[in-house]
């Protein structure tokens, strides 16, 4: 097996290295576009699955929007209200929970605060009465 270049490739590299300057600057905006093609590919890429992903949307939304034509024709209506009674009830309890949380908060706020002071008025206590003296041996 031979490792040497075919000749179409021997006089490209020729001509590559004794280039001119234009020529060096041409090749360099070439290989700068080339650098940037799977970039660009990726973005072509990504707008394709946008707009596949708008359309698959646009078709939902009409099936929705047919669905809900039909809903509101029809003579007989939905009932609902038990629905939205049970809603309302569990609006209710979550407010009375929140309020129960509330009060529990601010008592345990309250008691970290007397607690605080109590610890505070034993070690002034500690601090203010004086030790006896130690015998010494």
Known sequence: MSLEKPPEK?????????AAPADVSLDSGDLIFASMGPIIQ????????????QMQMSIKIKEMSDFLH??????EPYDIQSYVGKLQDSKR?????????ISV???LSRL?????REIYKKK???????LPPSPEH
């Open 10 to 18: 021997r006089a490209e590299e020729n001509t590559m290295a004794t």
């Open 42 to 53: 990726g973005l072509e890429d990504q707008i394709r699955a946008t707009r596949g992903a």
């Open 70 to 75: 039909e809903l509101n024709e029809q003579e």
């Open 93 to 101: 309890r979550v407010n009375n929970v929140n309020q129960i949380m």
């Open 105 to 107: 908060h601010d008592r």
């Open 112 to 116: 970290q605060r007397l607690i605080a």
């Open 124 to 130: 002034k206590s500690i601090k203010e009465t004086e």
